[in-house]
């Protein structure tokens, strides 16, 4: 049983694509070639290097079995290994042409350093004219535009807002002892709510919430330190301690939240948040563990709980609640290094972005332009 669901046409404005030449007429792929290619696109993720971030290797496969998909529909080789039926860097061009209608400029960028990259590890790259390739981006930059979509930033109001919905109180179920192992939605509310302070208070990615464990979380007089094990900026798995104060008395005070949460979670090893049947109740694997929250469900929690609070979904998402760190410290004047260090961003330059439009009247002299005297 899954967790509650919380959730190759070509543009008419064309980016001039590079010179390629169509095949005279379909090529045959024998069935055994057929089953290799597909079995190769199950496990392109292993073709990835190991240096590269868990996130990075599964969307790399991803890519790779669009593109595997994609080439098999024109009877040809997306390995390169028969120079009959192999897919050259034209046809990838013609693959991201395709592409473009639907999907963002970064993503039609990492699928092809996704297809030139597993390419270069069968030992088969793709003669791909650096030139001519950055004139199909430049067209397709006139045609799509280059501005990032970047998700809303969730903050106080909004948790306060998430807070009334997710009030345990609202669910029968959970009035008086919260019952270990939970069940119902007052066990979901519990969790959901944990989950939106320790995001935000922590500026914690979706990968890094989905993967704490249980033991990754300890109580102090101050309030509690979640340890992370790993993380984007952090490959070689030094790890980081955050410690999230206690705010006693209030609504949003992350500690209390949290303990609520593991009151009804019980003791049970396994994931910090895990992940819930429709019922609402814990689910665990065949080790007695339980089992991890899924990071594209935590997306789906914040759509659903701001959809909740009356306000549209679409600008958010899990990014909203690190995003929402950054901004609200930006507010309160907290210098951009301490909360850098806080959220372990390691570049200025992204750091910045993710504070969602907060300095942007710190200073702004743009009345005083046309303020009468």
Known sequence: MTDLVEDAAIPEAMPPAMPWTPP??????????????????????????????????LA?????????EWC??????????????????????????????????NTILLRRAAVVAIRKRLKRPLALDDA????????????????????????EPNLRAASLVLTPEA??????????????????????MALL?????GGFRRSELAAFDLRDASFSAEGVVLFVGRSKADQERHGAEIGIQAVPGSALCTVTTLRRWLEARGETPGALFCRLDRGGNLMGGADGRLLPIDPATIARVVKRVVTRTGIGAEEFSAHS?????????????????????????????????????????????????????
């Open 132 to 155: 001519e390739f950055e004139a199909f981006l430049n067209g397709l930059r006139r045609t799509k535009g280059a501005r990032p979509v970047r998700k809303a930033a969730l903050l």
């Open 24 to 57: 005279a007429g379909p090529v045959a792929l024998s069935g055994a070639k057929i089953a290799e290619i597909k079995a190769l696109a199950e496990k392109s993720d292993q073709l990835v290097e190991a240096s590269l971030s868990a996130n990075t290797r």
């Open 171 to 192: 669910h029968p179920d959970l009035v008086g002892a919260a019952p270990v192992g939970g069940g119902g939605e007052g066990c979901r509310a519990l969790r959901d």
């Open 321 to 373: 609640l690190r995003a929402g760190m950054m901004t609200a410290a930006d507010l309160l004047g907290v210098p951009l290094e301490t909360a850098m260090d806080h959220g372990r961003w390691k570049s200025y330059s992204a750091a910045r972005i993710y504070r969602r439009h907060s300095s942007l009247w710190t200073g702004n002299f743009t009345a005083r332009l046309l303020a009468s005297e």
């Open 197 to 201: 302070l320790i995001g935000f208070a």
């Open 72 to 105: 098999l529909g024109f009877g040809l080789d997306p390995t390169g290994e028969d120079a009959a039926t192999a897919a050259d860097a034209r046809w990838l061009v013609m693959h991201l042409t395709a592409l473009s209608e639907k999907r963002s400029l």
């Open 60 to 68: 790399y496969g991803k890519a790779w079995r669009a593109w595997s």
